[in-house]
């Protein structure tokens, strides 16, 4: 529908990640994303958003170049980042060029305390120990129960801990881009909002790019600035963030609001409201 | 709003507590790894046939609360009284067999199994049929199978998980392992059903669809629900009652309307009044 | 096109639950069993029965007992060599202390020994897990072995140290011993694999396979659903070890004829887990690939320099067949992790597909 | 194809046993090579030498075994272990094997063993050997003796156990046996402790592959003496003294072979197969002039004589398996024909008939003087009276526990 | 009661009998133990860092050796085919790195312990090819080991310590010592591991999968000539050397998978008391050669009271 064809190179200096139409496949069988484009203008925030399995993560880790450990491949279309083929380089590259992934489901180094943790996202950069510890106490005073938490085995903490740690571990890297990847999941509700203050910090003060993935339409399409809808594999819808909020089936499907306000939960109707933009 | 229907009307199991009576007593519990005070002197009980909500800020002990709820840890202090009987320590499979069943934060489904087989597994317990029998594939054991196999594929269709029966389970979205996970919960067919986080990282139609299963399953068959949620919206909802921790310690105890305008829980957990 | 599995239909659970819901896997299999007991045995050699299909038989059944408790219930183990030879050791003692027991049962009876001794190497699994569950079995492997060589009894205190098997009848036909011809013995050994794979097929779909593969794919989650972690392991390692047993006493009577103690060492534990894990770990079918993968393979690189009138001298052949060996188990490992059997599923649905790629 | 002759051998020349293996197969193939380049073959018939690896494995050796049978005029198993798993097939498949110095010592048994041969000296003929040796041919001076038997825990090595656990009782010595695992061979500080706490008035060795050489070199560190050391003639490699040089002078190993690199035989190798870069040998390391090289040569003397025993009764040119049997009962291996082929003294003169497969040609020490292995005695014989009567019950044991075994009583002595 | 006497009384009486003796089997059990601690180093090293279970580290140790003694015989003086030897070792780790590993990335730890056993056989294959199956001869002297043996005179009796194994220890001693220095004070020993834990993770931080592993094979490659060298002086260099991997597996249960130290302490612990049992209980009671099985049986014991060794991680367990 919007897929937009290739930017036109002049654009490419505005727009630090590309994805031109890319098709991925898992397993030499499974096609799951058919066709994904999408761009994240330098210093913007950008939602992705979808239902489940629609292929969010697919795109992110595409996009990290870290399909390869689970057997999936880019087979059709490119990824420019600040306009380098991102196939071309390793994930370590691409980290060290400032683009950096927080994954879904938390993936903390369970043997390594919570600091340590930490640390490793610092693991790419040259610029000496006191920057590197001046950024812990910062990751620090974003989430104080980590301070607390510091030297506990990453492994053993709650679930939002460790999300807290994956979060901070990609601070560290001082990173151009974060492409975060449901961060909200599994969080209390104030520190989700605490979380969407501190990407709108970083991203004003020190004009750090988003992608983010978010299942919590919601808070994501206040914070971002754009929107791309995904389902089954396609973008099926995209635009400004306020546009997106205004729009009817968006309201319907992703915020859960109808004419007459909120729906209760409880009085969700026993019948199957699916209605899709394809099936 | 639907007014809910008369506890009453509905048939309780036979196990001699009526519906509003006490099913389970969790009485003055402590629990610390370490130096870590995970839960500190804690009580509380769940009603029979309510939805029991239990929310508050990240590593406040929730989901340890439910793992004693179970078995998994045990307690240094306090005891736990479920159907009347006391106890401290248990072995989980032993509280399975009491009728406790539960779903888990970060998705524990047996990933190289299809949907079917990791339901199926859920009635591992019920089954009897010896190796024997197995071996041949007649007669007893066959039967057996497919008695069990009917009951577990009325809870897909519950599910409506129909069209992912043969799917191995790591494959599948994270929503619908959920769903799958709550389908085993089930086939245990529990008296209390633990659910932990069981909307995280769903989008809106799907924790809608969640909350009516869940709902459900407390009014059609008359299951105890205890669940830890962070979405306000749906714990508000759904809940009969809602616990509130925060560092290991109960703050606050009550209805939902009650407790959404505690002071002590907007300071420590919603941030904002919802 | 041939493939199609679109429009069969299941109309009871109890159709479902046949044996091969699909109709072409069904004939495909008759075709093989056609092979298996009319074809092969009326054009084999001598040499094709000894070198190729009696032991592509016997280490798919060992890798099948294998597969079952590492495939299946997850638990790793390196000790599959000296689990065989306790099924080998006891039906020896078997024949020699009831000459006139039938061989078939003397062969069922042992694997019972080799199940005990796998329950109780097996009873460390309820705590010990990954790795260091794969050395405990090591420990099992090692002192069982140097058990053989010391224990004078088991050998009937022969001078060689090493069993022998005897000449033994069944209905008249010599089985087992130097005088049984090797298409008999084939047969005999076609006959039980095919029982007992009919029964590890039954086993792993019901039940009990499905409480192996909840401990296999996650055990906390296994025992929070009720499943008794340790009444299930120990079915595994008992099945896993009847089954090993059995093959272990099929190897010496049905096929090497004498055995000592440090043939069931370590080597033959590793090409037992080869099979098992190129052919495809939780599968039955792959137990036969990765044996006809693994038995042939050695036959066939050692053939083709004299196919091709080559003069390479035999210890150049045999450093070039290890080479090549490692090489292709790394290369098969890339290509797939998950064994043939995958391979062969992913054939199929590219089968039930066609002519579509996806 | 019937214009040569199959001879399969089972060899090794990978594996831990390798270095002990190689240089006689080596010498095997060299001597089979010599009568193809300087003689066109034996009698006009090229001889077809082929080899299969077996890295002394078992398994191995008789899948190579079944795959060679089908050629096969003779089956040389080269491990105690392949020879007693082929053994009970012999009968069968009417194949004649030839295990010189090695197999089961009652295979000397022609009538029991009918295609089984171990000239020219079985093991406990070796065994024997070493004790009259070391007794200064007096046995019952051992007595109250302590003797250590370090073995490798294998068929090879148990395999003289019974004969000197019968003369252990008879003599009044005492025998100790110290099996050594095949994970051990390489670190036997275990079995040196041992023998340093037992202090064995000798230690007598029946080792194979990198066995020997851990051994000797531990035998130097637990400053055992050397001269009361001795080894069957399978641990008298030079390669393994050479580890310890000097130090390992004194030690002794008993052997039907002695190495010759001046006999005419030698030089013919030399001129038509070493210098005419047919020979895998190792010249910088002296393999030419090794013990175990020379009796590699020595082994294919022995069969060749035997398939041309069977060439001149039958009157064929390419003998069958079945011909080669009796060839090889019929081997006159006496000195003059050793001179005749121009290996005088290389080996002890022995003749085999149908009633006995072995010859009991019997043996001469060898001792390491520091360099190389030099002749330390005159020939020595085993004591038959004493061998015999256990040869007969262990071979009838045999025959029993293999029923149906058919035993050839037609041979006359 | 003449049974209890054999096990509880007896063996202590033949201790405290000779003293000399038992000084002499401590002092072999010791030397045997650090070289099992050696080559549990290399494995511990890479499962460290890859949740590799290494079984190839065996055959590395004959591939050192055999590289040293036959680059010697080709005619490199000593004192340089040492440092070509190293060479190869990270020739040989990035081979393994470019052609097994990183195709295999994030797949199950039994695929990749299969695939080191692949390497093993290549391995074999591969140096027997080159160097041929014969026993060679270590270039001691010519590496400046001293040779020749130490002898005490205590108790009436005599201890001899040959001088090559006292090298062994105090080399070996160093190497721990740097090796421990280089893990704990390093960012790579961070990285190394996080990698343990998590290989998608560790790539998501940028953490180069491929140059950690180079490092860890490549040091692991070193370990490996050490004990080569050090192994091999005592029985030279031939395949039969494979074996000895065997020894150090339960050394590694024992001192639990990712442990230096106890790796080192366990090696230690196993060296000593299995040649204390063979010598005074093995040999005379149940017919000698336990120790194929002693460490194996000791390790299981340990483990069934701690799961993950004496040093090892706590295998974490929550839901
Ligand atoms: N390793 C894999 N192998 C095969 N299929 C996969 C794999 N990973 C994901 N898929 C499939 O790809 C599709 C897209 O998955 P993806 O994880 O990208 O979705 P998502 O939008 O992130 O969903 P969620 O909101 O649940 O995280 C799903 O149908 C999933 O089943
Ligand atoms: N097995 C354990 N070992 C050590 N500490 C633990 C263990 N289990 C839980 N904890 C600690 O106990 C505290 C409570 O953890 P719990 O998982 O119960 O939190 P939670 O309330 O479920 O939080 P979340 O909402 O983030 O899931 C945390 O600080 C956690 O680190
Ligand atoms: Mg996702
Ligand atoms: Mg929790």
Sequence with gaps: MTTTAPAASAETAEQILEVNNIEVIYDHVILVLKGVSLSVPRGGITALLGANGAGKTTTLKAISNLLHAERGEVTKGSILFGGDEVQNLSPNDLVRRGCIQVMEGRHCFGHLSVEDNLLTGAFTRRDGQAAIREDLDLVYTYFPRLKERRNSQAGYTSGGEQQMTAIGRALMSRPKMILLDEPSMGLAPQLVEEIFEIVKQLNEEQGVSFLLAEQNTNVALRYAKYGYILESGRVVLDGEAKALRENEDVKEFYLGVGGEGRRSFRNVKHYKRRKRWLS | ?274 | MFYRTAGQFKTSYQADHALFPVRQDAILLGVILVFAFIVFPLTASEFTFRALLIPVLIYSLAALGLNILTGYAGQLSLGTGAFMGVGAYACYKLVSIFPEMNIVVAIAMSGFFSAAIGVLFGLPSLRIKGFYLAIATLAAQFFLVWLFQKWAWLYNYNASGAIQVPNIDMFGITVAGPRATAMTQYYFVLCVVCVITVFAINITRGRIGRMWKAVRDMDIAAELVGINLMRTKLMAFFVSSYVVGIAGALFVFMWRGAAEANLFDIPLSFRVLFIAIIGGLGSILGNFLGAILIVALPVIIGSVPQAFGIPVDSAMVEHLNIMIIGALIIAFLIIEPHGLARFWAMIREKFILWPFPH | ?413 | ?319
């Excluded at chain 4, 006689?24 to 060299?30: A, F, I, P, S, V």
């Excluded at chain 4, 040998?281 to 175990?292: K, L, P, R």
């Excluded at chain 5, 106890?262 to 008391?273: E, Q, S, T, Y």
């Design chain 5, 1 to 319: 009661m003449e049974f209890l006497n054999d096990v509880f009384v007896k063996p202590f009486a033949d201790m405290a009998a000779a003293p000399d003796f038992l000084l002499q089997v401590l002092w072999e059990g010791l030397v045997g133990g650090v070289l099992y601690a050696l080559i549990a180093l290399g494995f511990v090293l890479i499962y460290k860092s890859s949740r590799i279970f290494n079984f190839a580290q065996g055959i590395m140790v004959v591939f050192a050796a055999l590289t040293l003694v036959g680059l010697y015989e080709k005619g490199v003086p000593a004192l340089l085919a040492l440092p070509l030897t190293l060479a190869v070792m990270l020739v040989l780790a990035m081979t393994i790195e470019r052609v097994v590993l990183r195709p295999l990335v994030n797949q199950p730890d039994i695929i990749l312990f299969m695939a080191t056993i692949g390497i093993t056989l290549f391995l074999i294959g591969f140096g027997e090819l080159i160097f041929g199956g014969e026993n060679k001869v270590m270039i001691t002297e010519q590496l400046f080991i001293p040779t020749g043996s130490i002898v005490f005179e205590p108790f009436g009796g005599f201890v001899s310590i040959e001088q090559k194994d006292l090298t062994a220890v105090i080399g070996a001693m160093v190497l721990v010592a740097a090796l421990l220095v280089f893990l704990n004070k390093s960012k790579i020993g961070r990285a190394i591991r996080a990698l343990g834990d998590d290989h998608q993770a560790a790539l998501s931080v940028g953490i180069s999968l491929s140059t950690i592993w180079v490092i860890v094979w490549f040091i692991a490659g070193v370990i490996a000539l050490a004990t080569g060298i050090v192994w091999g002086a005592r029985a030279g260099v031939s395949f039969a050397l494979e074996v000895i991997a065997f020894k150090a597996l339960p050394v590694l249960m024992l001192g639990g998978l990712e442990s230096v130290m106890g790796a080192i302490i366990g090696g230690l612990a196993i060296g000593i008391l299995e040649k204390l049992f063979e010598i005074y209980w093995g040999q005379p009671l149940l017919g000698g050669n336990t120790e194929a099985w002693f460490a194996y049986m000791l390790a299981l014991l340990v483990l069934l009271f701690r799961p993950q060794g004496l040093f090892g991680e706590k295998i974490i367990e929550r839901v």
């Design chain 4, 1 to 413: 194809q019937d214009e040569s002759v199959y001879i399969p051998n089972l060899a090794y020349r990978t594996g831990p046993f390798a270095a002990t293996g190689t240089p006689l197969m080596n010498g095997q193939r060299d001597y089979i090579t010599l009568l193809n380049e300087r003689d066109g073959g034996l009698n006009g018939v090229k001889l077809e030498y082929d080899e299969c690896e077996t890295g002394y494995n078992t398994e191995k050796g008789v899948e190579c075994y079944e795959k060679t049978k089908a050629r096969a005029v003779v089956t040389q198993p080269w491990s105690t272990g392949i020879t007693l798993q082929v053994l009970p097939k012999s009968n069968v498949d009417k194949i004649p094997i030839l295990a010189p110095g090695y197999g089961f010592s009652p295979m000397a048994d022609g009538k029991v063993f009918q295609w089984a041969y171990n000239p020219p000296s079985s093991y406990w003929d070796g065994a024997s050997m070493i004790l009259k040796n070391i007794s200064d041919g007096n046995l019952d001076s051992l007595k109250d003796k302590k003797i250590a038997f370090l073995h490798l825990d294998h068929p090879f090595g148990k395999e003289p156990l019974p004969l000197l656990e019968v003369l252990a009782e008879k003599h009044g010595f005492e025998l100790v046996p110290i099996p050594v695992g095949l994970t051990e061979m390489q670190n036997q500080s275990a079995q040196w402790l041992q023998i340093r706490r037992e202090r064995p008035d000798f230690v007598v060795m029946w080792g194979w592959g990198a066995m020997n050489a851990g051994a000797i070199t531990e035998a130097v560190k637990t400053k055992y003496p050397m001269d009361q050391f001795v080894g069957v003639w399978w641990s008298g490699h030079d390669g393994d003294l050479k580890l310890v040089g000097e130090q390992g002078k004194g030690y002794r190993s008993i052997s039907w072979s002695v190495p010759n690199s001046e006999s005419p035989l030698m030089a013919d190798i030399k001129q038509y197969v070493v210098d005419a870069g047919k020979s895998q040998i190792n010249q910088s390391e002296g393999e030419f002039d090794s013990v175990f090289y020379q009796r590699g040569l020595m082994i294919s003397v022995i069969l060749v004589e035997g398939i041309k025993a069977a060439q001149d009764e039958f009157d064929v040119r390419s003998p069958s398996p079945e011909q080669l049997r009796w060839g090889l009962e019929n081997i006159k291996l006496d000195e003059a024909r050793l001179k005749e082929l121009g290996a005088e003294g290389m080996l002890v003169p022995f003749s085999t008939s149908c009633s006995n497969h072995t010859g009991h040609g019997g043996g001469w020490m060898l001792q390491w003087d520091g360099a190389k292995f030099v002749k330390a005695s005159d020939l020595l014989t085993p004591d038959r009276a004493e061998i015999e009567p256990l040869e007969a019950e262990k071979a009838k044991e045999y025959a029993e526990a293999n029923a149906p075994w058919p035993v050839n009583e037609e041979c006359s002595m």
């Design chain 2, 1 to 274: 709003m639907n007014p809910r229907p008369d506890p009453n009307q509905l048939t309780a199991p036979d196990d001699g507590i009526a519906r509003g009576g006490v099913l389970l007593d969790v009485k003055n519990v402590s629990l610390s790894f370490g130096g870590v005070k995970a839960i500190t002197d804690i009580s509380l009980n769940v009603l029979k046939g309510e939805i029991r909500a239990i929310i508050g800020p990240n590593g406040a002990g929730k989901t340890s609360m439910l793992n004693v709820i179970n078995g998994f840890y045990t307690p240094q202090e306090g005891t736990i009284i479920f159907r009347g009987k006391e106890r401290r320590s248990m072995k989980p499979h032993q509280a399975v067999g009491q009728g406790i069943a539960r779903t888990f934060q970060n998705v524990a489904l047996f990933k190289g199994m299809s949907t079917l087989d990791n339901i199926m597994a859920g009635r591992s317990v019920r089954m009897k049929r010896n190796i024997g029998w197995q071996m041949l594939w007649r007669g007893p054991a066959l039967r057996e199978e497919i008695e069990h196999r009917e009951k577990v594929e009325e809870i897909i269709d519950f599910l409506e998980i129909q069209y992912i029966r043969r799917t191995p389970v790591g494959k599948l979205p994270y929503g619908l392992q959920k769903r799958v996970e709550l389908g085993r919960a089930l086939a245990m067919e529990p008296t209390l059903l633990l659910l932990d986080e069981p909307m995280a990282g769903m989008n809106l139609e799907e924790k809608e669809d969640m909350s009516r299963f869940i709902i459900d399953v407390n009014q059609q068959r008359g299951t105890t629900i205890a669940l830890i949620e962070h979405d306000m919206g749906v714990v508000m909802d759904l809940s009969d009652r809602v616990v509130v921790l925060d560092y290991g310690k109960k703050i606050a105890d009550g209805p939902p309307d009650e407790v959404k305008n505690n002071q002590n829980v907007i300071d420590a957990y919603l941030g904002v009044p919802h």
